[in-house]
């Protein structure tokens, strides 16, 4: 089936990682072709703008030309400084990230959370930053992981996510951790049919010097 779900991300150099992740409005066909194009999009700008609030006003007004349809998407991109940490990144009215410290502490990240990409040119977006700790990891997700429902009709919900992740072993690896809340994800939905795309995309920093996963 096609989705409208996407993400991605790529070293720009030896210090900087990009990445982002977004939900396309509508479903089927028309919306993986929109996908399509927002990916080629973002990967363009990436290489040429270091501001992700700076490329989201570009994606955006190049999504807004000739969009009669006015199809939208959320959008969260940013840039991770692998020396330091520091995480510079934009919204575009996307879910929240959730942060989980080394211990295991988690939280949502604040955002300011700008209105959707795509809709409507001569739209600004705000930079903001934050920085990760050795052993932190930023979890990024669609609303098909929130908005899952089970058999008796009940949302899987931000709690559940937190609750979730908080009880993963501290030393989790990215991978892990997709893993851990994919399968709670769907051990809470049972025989419910998915109702929407669901996609997960986590960063975990290791120390300057390591590698990140």
């Given at each position: 089936q096609a989705g409208g779900d996407l993400f991605d991300y790529f070293a720009l150099d030896d210090a900087h990682l990009f990445f982002a992740i977004g939900d396309v409005s509508g479903k089927g066909m028309p919306a993986a072709m929109f996908m399509s194009?927002?990916?080629?999009?973002?990967?363009?700008?990436?290489?040429?703008?270091?501001?992700?609030?700076?490329?989201?006003?570009?994606?955006?007004?190049?999504?807004?030309?000739?969009?009669?349809?006015?199809?939208?998407?959320?959008?969260?991109?940013?840039?991770?400084?692998?020396?330091?940490?520091?995480?510079?990144?934009?919204?575009?009215?996307?879910?929240?990230?959730?942060?989980?410290?080394?211990?295991?502490?988690?939280?949502?990240?604040?955002?300011?959370t700008n209105m959707v990409v795509g809709a409507l040119g001569g739209r600004t977006f705000a930079r903001e930053t934050l920085?990760?700790?050795?052993?932190?990891?930023?979890?990024?997700?669609?609303?098909?992981?929130?908005?899952?429902?089970?058999?008796?009709?009940?949302?899987?919900?931000?709690?559940?996510?937190?609750?979730?992740?908080?009880?993963?072993?501290?030393?989790?690896?990215a991978a892990e951790i997709v893993q851990g809340v994919a399968a709670d994800v769907a051990a809470f939905a049972g025989t419910r049919e998915q109702s929407d795309d669901i996609t997960l995309l986590v960063l975990r920093y290791g120390a300057p010097d390591a590698e990140i996963s």
């Open positions: 194009a927002v990916v080629v999009l973002l990967r363009s700008a990436a290489l040429h703008l270091r501001d992700p609030a700076e490329l989201l006003r570009r994606v955006n007004d190049d999504l807004a030309i000739r969009n009669e349809s006015c199809t939208f998407v959320t959008l969260f991109a940013g840039i991770l400084d692998v020396r330091t940490g520091e995480v510079v990144f934009a919204n575009g009215g996307h879910n929240r990230p959730r942060r989980r410290s080394a211990a295991g502490a988690v939280a949502a990240v604040p955002t300011k920085a990760l700790r050795p052993g932190d990891a930023l979890i990024l997700y669609t609303d098909g992981v929130t908005e899952a429902f089970d058999e008796a009709d009940r949302l899987y919900g931000e709690d559940r996510l937190d609750g979730r992740l908080a009880a993963l072993p501290a030393e989790a690896s």
